[in-house]
């Protein structure tokens, strides 16, 4: 008997949850509510993984809710650095996870001691 190349075996019943790579599958804008609730699915089957972190802050920054956002950032983040050195890593995703760090930091920096502060040595402001 002659196998070809295009064999699909049948599904491992183990592996039956959502992929790592299915948070943005079929997701609508109106729909952002019901697309973090599958992607929270994704986290739960991946929870090592990166890539479905970063894709959550996708959503939740789309949904407007930038905390939780930062904080799956942090968490991919995290999970990035953990992995072993030796494990090949996708250049794209990694720059994405960097790009929503940098958007979590404050745009602006506390003063520096002994900066100036605008306001005027000896007029009092109301």
Do not use: F
């Not at 790592?20 to 991946?46: F, K």
């Not at 789309?62 to 650095?81: K, V």
């Not at 720059?95 to 040595?121: D, F, K, V, Y």
């Amino acid at each position: 008997m002659l196998l070809g190349g295009c064999y699909d075996p049948a599904p491992d019943p183990r592996s039956s949850g959502p992929g790592v790579d299915d948070c943005l599958r079929n997701v609508q804008m109106d729909q952002l509510t019901e697309a973090i609730g599958r992607c929270d699915a994704v986290v739960s089957a991946h929870p090592n993984a990166p890539q479905p972190r970063n894709e959550r802050a996708l959503l939740h920054s789309l949904a407007g809710q930038t905390e939780a956002s930062c904080i799956d950032s942090r968490a991919a983040a995290a999970l990035l650095q953990r992995q072993h050195k030796g494990v090949s890593q996708d250049a794209v995703l990694v720059e994405e996870i960097h790009l929503r760090m940098r958007s979590c930091q404050p745009l602006t920096n506390p003063p520096a001691a002994g900066a100036p502060s605008g306001q005027r040595s000896g007029v009092a402001r109301p």
